[in-house]
């Protein structure tokens, strides 16, 4: 795949006369808050892969959404949580170099849940990790709770930070959501659009392409899922008639794990391959040909060139 089939802008580009307004907005929170599903909803379109499991999301994926005249890219980040392997911290470590390049930063706690040991960590972290930098809280997933309870979460939360503002939403079903699109609007900084306005996601097709993969992986397989997986595009060939080959490898970790993504006859990939496909074909609204491989590389975690197809730094993990 060449670079011209990169999403990625070359340079600002300006935006209508009059004043614009554009900046970064880095959602963060514990696994499963709900960051990827918000950056969706905000975004309009399915930049950032969901799953009900935690550690879905793996590096930093920038959404580009539109208020009015402002532009709001969205940074979704892995999920923070006490990191134990090389992957785990290197999560982690993006998570909050994601937040260091963002204007505003939205903290997503999940309703049902409340102040968990998780959180907590979290809100004593923010002082030292964000200094002064202006932090929303959102308590997302308010259709599972009812309203009495959300009040006072809201109350225990602002005492335990310095919140500038406090949103309820729902990011799955909207609820809240376009409150929070317009007020983080107002607070973007002035300045040029970053990227062009119709552009959606400032990721590599290859990489989007990928993540589909690994989404639709994750859930199919369930408890069986291997956590030492992950999908790379290895080609991506235009055709003549219009349409993609893309070539994808599946890497585990064990031999083991080589027959659970494979499935009884073929029948798992099968499946992850066809709903891959139909989730690209829709995206780039042209034919796509989807061919999946599996390989059992034992020591893949630790491979620096894993990392960077991940979007991750391979350094971050050390430690
Ligand atoms: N009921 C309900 N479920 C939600 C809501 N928002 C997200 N979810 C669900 O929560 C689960 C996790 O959502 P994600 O968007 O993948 O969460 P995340 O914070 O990106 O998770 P990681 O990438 O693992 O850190 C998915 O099953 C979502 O459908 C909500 O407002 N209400
Ligand atoms: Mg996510």
């Known amino acids: 795949m060449s670079d011209n089939d990169d999403i990625t802008p070359a340079a600002p580009i300006g935006g209508p006369e009059g004043e614009t307004r554009a900046g970064y907005v880095a959602l963060i929170g514990e696994p499963n808050a709900g960051k990827s599903t ?40 892995p ?21 260091a390049d963002a204007d505003m930063v939205v903290l997503l706690v999940e309703a049902h849940r409340g102040i968990t040991d998780g959180v907590r960590a979290i809100l004593d972290a923010l002082p030292e990790r ?18 009495e309870q959300l009040l006072k979460l809201a109350q225990d939360l602002n005492d335990a930070h310095p919140f500038v503002k406090t949103f309820m939403i729902s990011a799955e079903r909207g609820h809240g959501a376009a409150d929070l699109k317009e007020w983080l609007g107002q607070e973007m900084p002035k300045g040029p659009w970053l990227y062009p306005e119709d ?57 083991g794990h080589k027959g659970i993504v494979l499935g009884r006859g073929g029948e798992t990939i099968k499946a992850v391959s066809k709903a891959a496909r139909e989730e690209l074909t829709e995206f780039l609204g042209r034919k796509v040909h989807l061919f999946l491989q599996v390989k059992v590389r034992p020591n893949w975690l630790e491979e620096k060139e894993r990392y960077s197809e991940m979007g991750l730094d391979y350094k971050d993990g050390n430690g």
């Open 199 to 255: 552009q959606l996601a400032d990721l590599p097709l290859r990489m989007i392409a990928a993540e589909m993969t690994r989404e639709k992986l994750t859930l199919r397989l369930h408890q069986e899922l291997p956590y030492e997986l992950t999908v790379e595009t290895e080609s991506w060939q235009e055709r003549e008639d219009g349409s993609a080959r893309v070539d994808q490898m599946i890497y585990v970790a064990r031999e």
């Open 130 to 147: 964000l200094g002064r930098k202006p932090v929303a809280l959102a308590i997302n997933k308010i259709d599972k709770v009812k309203s």
């Open 38 to 77: 918000l950056l969706n909803r905000m975004v309009g379109a399915k930049v950032s892969i969901v799953t009900h499991k935690v550690q879905t999301t793996r590096a930093r994926i920038r959404g580009v959404a539109m208020e009015e005249q402002s532009q709001i890219v969205f940074v979704d980040t």
């Open 79 to 99: 999920g923070l949580f006490r990191p134990r392997r090389r992957l785990d911290r290197a999560m982690v470590a993006a998570a909050w170099s994601g937040v």
